[in-house]
């Protein structure tokens, strides 16, 4: 049995402006990604409001810089 004729040139054009709004949402979300793994990297790399730090060679405390 097979299957009807379901004219896919006229779902394709029904669908365009459907399918267009999915893909802006997709690159929206990406553009957030992005940003939210820049600003974690830009505001991970130092602790702060520290008094003390460790030594990493003799894990001794010593006062910040």
């Known amino acids: 049995m097979s299957a009807p004729e379901t004219h896919t ?3 394709v054009k029904a669908h365009r402006p459907v399918i267009k709004i999915m893909i802006a949402g ?3 979300a ?6 939210l793994v820049l600003w974690l990297a830009a505001q991970g ?6 008094e003390t730090q460790i ?3 003799t ?4 006062p910040a810089d």
């Open 9 to 11: 040139h006229q779902e």
């Open 26 to 28: 997709m690159a929206f």
């Open 30 to 35: 990406a553009v957030l990604l992005v940003a």
């Open 45 to 50: 790399q130092e602790p702060r409001d520290v």
């Open 55 to 57: 030594d990493a060679r």
């Open 59 to 62: 894990g001794e405390r010593v």
